[in-house]
């Protein structure tokens, strides 16, 4: 009876007795782990990802070995022969009246894009989105990366807005009566760009009249009313006797005069006159209407509703028309220089290896997959030593 409690307490530490459903057999705690191994999923898809980033940084690779100075381009033509990812300078006048907000990522702060004048919209320059950060100029020279326009993240979405907006241009007035008068002439800017014929596109004409100004007096103690400063005038022989008034304020009159020689001789006769408190200026006149509706007779040129406009008077015509922003235009990305991207050349090599390491992981894990699968040779055979029975 004495030894039961005996046999009991060494059956307790015999590693082969039974255990309980929570307790842990000290012998699985010291077996060996299985060597991690890598599959050829796994080193496919890890291939793949390094692949990709290659590609993606293949760019700022090449562009970290350009030359810390600026390549000089003497004109706008070169800029557009210009190779992607490299580092130039040049004179150039953005077309600030077209400048647009674009974004790279919803991540990052936009930019600020805007054509070249003389370019054709095949030269662009791309600010950063805050003039608070932008360094000062004083000149029209930039400097910057030159990329492909088609190679940025925003293409799409730019060429779908431009296509949808239009932006004013202002055209050259003799290029315009030209056009109007002719529809094979070609239509063009004040920088030489072409304008695409739009029949519905707005037009604004500024008409400044040649042979007229407009005198404006201003109500003082010798001169408190229309009356007096129209007898001012006349004694002055700047205004002919009887003319209307051309408009009044509270304080203020208002007439247009003839002056053969300029408004500048009209303001001359006023200080002669020592009517220092009244103004010569210009008349001018804003007509709008669309493309179709302009046409030129006998030089003039004729605006809807039968307002005629001599070509000594077009002041400006500006036209709302559509920009295109072709693929292979280029994008100069100021504020980006080679030294920037330092850093490129580590992270390269680093995916290098890595896409060599995985390549060799793919090729074991396909050769140990194809010799795993193949039939093991004498199959069917009797082993060596031993007949059949």
Known sequence: M???????????????????????????????????RVGPLLALSALVFCVYFLIRLHSDFSF???????????????????DPESFIELDAVPDRAATLRVYASDARDGHRLAPVLGSADRLWILFGGSHWVEPPTYDERV????????????????????AATRLPRALDPRAALSALGDARAPLRDVAGDPVAREPDAPVTVHERTVGEALVTGFATDRYPDEKAWRAALERA??????????????ASWSFRVAAPRGVDAVAASLGQARLFAARAEPVERTHRAL???????????????????????????????????????????????PDDYWHVDAIFALLGLLSLAFAWALWRGLRGAREGAGEPAGVGQPAEGKSQP
Request: glycine share 10%; net charge negative.
């Open 143 to 162: 400097r910057g990366r030159v990329k492909r326009m088609g190679d940025l993240p925003f293409h799409d979405q730019l060429v779908a807005h431009l």
């Open 64 to 82: 970290s070995h350009a030359s810390g100075d600026p390549a000089r381009v003497g004109s706008v033509a070169d800029a557009i022969a210009a």
């Open 291 to 337: 493309w179709r509706e302009l046409a030129v007779d006998g030089g003039e040129l004729v605006v809807a509703g039968g307002a005629r406009v001599q070509p000594a008077s077009i002041a400006s015509i500006v036209v709302e028309a559509h920009r295109r922003a072709p693929d292979d235009a280029r994008v100069l990305v100021t504020g980006e220089r």
């Open 237 to 250: 022989g700047v205004l002919a006797p009887g003319a209307p008034l051309a408009g009044k304020s509270d």
């Open 2 to 36: 004495s030894e039961a409690p005996d046999r009991e307490e060494d059956l307790a530490d015999h590693p082969g007795r039974r255990r309980g459903r929570d307790e842990v057999d000290p012998e699985l705690l010291v077996l060996p782990r299985p060597r991690p």
